[in-house]
């Protein structure tokens, strides 16, 4: 929810449609009315300041429940050391990153952030480095696989960063805290640019089963996973790990590396329910979950810069629309052709070859170099307004709760508080009771011990008095009858609230339906239960407009459903197709700007195009209203009081004024990259740096 004055507190302030965008990317950079912002011209406009506070006892990420029930005071902040930005991305497999997170990978090397991959697996597979009409004449070589592997990513980098896909690496070998050893490669034109190789043993299989991989390590069924060394590695010698080792391993890298931005696969990717096979590879879900498992050891490290993470959704991209634009997947597409060893010439001098031919054959996956989508984090209902005027802003760092504070005087942003109660899950939601108390939603991860110890729910803060103390966490569950059958696959929470103080909280669950749990009277919770819908994909996006009428939305391939409240605190009603054409999944609401209804948000695939529609029903009351030709770039579009905010194509957050009639709003390029989904407000545009800073732009710069 964009920040907003609550009817009863402060003036509504009305917006306008803007009709077109007079600005538009070339060649990545921005051309036509539009300014950029470098070093941010106003104090305000700088990160959030650190203050000096006592940092709070924080459990660990399995502990079901706060260390402590006392609920912690803001806007004290935590200490805590002002890191420069710094990414580390763990993957399963070499390739994973390219397909899966990229252009990100490439924005952060274009901006000079440091920047650390790491391989788990050796991604041997077969030992066939060939195309698949060529497979049955080869002769299986996993070590020399693993190097031509290697080496289609070493030239990948490379090429992203310098030009040239055969500028040298310098490779050593590194031990790591699991007792292994692991190969480390540094771009020797930008030390910043590092490759770790972990070389542990791949499933070979993306759901069958095989209790020699990361699957059978997580749930016990083997005591230790072997290596598999490429051919020509610097690591000399067979190793094995544990379970607990290859945590070890992990964390000891972060420890090692200090990121401040961490970039993972999805832990919970979910089944097919007819089939219950997984709808990812089955290293890419437990490749994960270790990640996750390191990332909690490594939150009580001491005095480690706060770590923000972002998950990546892999291979149930392939039904989804696509989220880049042509340019943006192009470019994408060309580091695969690259990494594939598509032009076959031997410039990397092995005779295992210089990349990956089984994607050779296909490079641009099922659709992958033309789409990237996060699991989670998608927001923009994460800054709110408290009675006095001031505001809240919430993320998730180190797994816990981070809240900043900005006084109604005037005063600059104070933060992060970190509330105690680990495990939390990128991405929350948070909402302003109406009584002034302000209420944070998001998912939690518990990681408890035991093979059906993992599973994701629902957990909720809210304040005792506004302005006040956050109370302990809360879980409202989760609506899977069986967390392991489903992979804990639900999405992150939405949420109305009545003018009676009631809130319904909305879930995605495995089955790709809409759920619902709604708060009573007296503030306890009913059971869950099953909204409908098909093929719902991402999170649920709700709002409430001027009169008190809970709107919520929900994606799927083809278009949006809509459920709505016929009158203010009535039951839900839909799911209702809306007619609207598909959109990239991820959607966001606000109320509309005559008060009466609601307006959402989106974007046409494969474009980066912005688009809006209004409701003050289950149905658009107006047609699509198109911005085509603007910042480009993917995600949600956060359009607030007069403001609208996105990620552009450059990756860095582009701001502007809602335009005035028959004009189209004036972008502004913020120089920095950001995670998640800004959120955009009355006052200003708020963002959560790749540093893990509040990075704030007011209004009226």
Partial sequence: MPVRPRRRLLPFR???????????????????LLSVTGAPSTPEAHAAAEAKAPKPPSPTASSPEPSSPAPVRAPAAVPQAKAPASVVQVVAHPDDDLFFMNPDISQTLHSGTPLTSVYLTAGESDGVNARPHDAADAEPDKAGYAE????????????????????????????????GTAEMDTLRAKPRVRLVWLQIREAGSISDDRPHSLNGLWHGRIDALESQ???????AADFTYTKDQVVATVAGLLDRFRPTFVRMQDPSPGTYPDTGKLRDHQDHLYGARFTQAALARYAEVPGHPHVVVQNYLGYPTSLLPHTLDPETAGAKLKTLETYAWLDGVNDCGTAAGCG?????????????T???????????????????????????????????????????????????????????????????????????????????????????????????????????GTPEKDDASGTSDISAPAVTVGGDGRATLLLRDSRHRLTAREQ?????????????????????????????????????????????????????TGPVRTGLPPTTLALSASAAPDGDGVRLWFRKPASGDLRSADFSGVGPVSPVTELPGGVAGFGPVSGGDGLLAVRSRTGF???????RAGTGPVWTLEKFLF???????????????????????????
């Fill in 229 to 235: 060394r490429s051919s020509g590695t610097p690591v």
């Fill in 356 to 368: 990956d031919l089984k994607v050779a054959a296909r490079p641009g996956g099922r659709g992958w």
């Fill in 14 to 32: 009305r917006r306008t449609v803007s009709t077109a965008v007079t600005a538009v990317l070339v060649s990545g950079t921005f051309a036509g």
């Fill in 370 to 476: 033309a789409t990237v989508r996060y699991a989670r984090g998608t927001s923009t209902s994460w800054v709110q307004r408290d009675p006095a005027g001031g505001l809240y802003a919430f993320s998730v760092l180190d797994g816990h709760l981070a809240a900043w504070r900005k006084p109604a005087d005037g005063g600059a942003w104070r933060g992060p508080t970190l509330l105690p109660g680990g495990g939390l899950d990128s991405g929350v939601t948070s909402v302003t009771l109406p009584d002034g108390r302000i209420a944070v939603y998001g998912t939690r991860t518990v990681l408890a011990a035991g093979p059906a110890g993992y599973h994701r729910e629902v957990v909720t803060t809210e304040q005792a008095a506004p302005g006040g103390v956050f109370g302990a966490w809360r879980s409202l």
């Fill in 675 to 701: 995670a998640g989904a800004p959120d955009a407000g009355t006052d200003g545009v708020a963002a959560i740096g790749l540093d893990g800073r509040l990075h704030w732009t007011p209004a009226d710069r």
């Fill in 520 to 572: 009573g009277a007296d503030g306890g919770w009913g059971p869950w239960r099953v909204l409908g819908g098909r093929d719902v994909y991402g999170d649920p996006v709700a709002a409430t407009d001027g009169t008190g009428r809970g709107y919520v939305f929900a994606s799927t391939p083809s278009t949006v459903l809509a459920w709505a409240q016929q009158h203010p605190g009535g039951p839900l």
């Fill in 148 to 179: 031509a592997r290697q080496n289609g990513i070493r030239a990948a980098y490379a090429e992203m960063v310098t030009g040239s896909r055969t500028s040298p690496w310098d490779r050593v070998a590194i031990p790591t805290a699991g007792g």
């Fill in 653 to 659: 957050l582009a701001t502007a004024p809602h335009g």
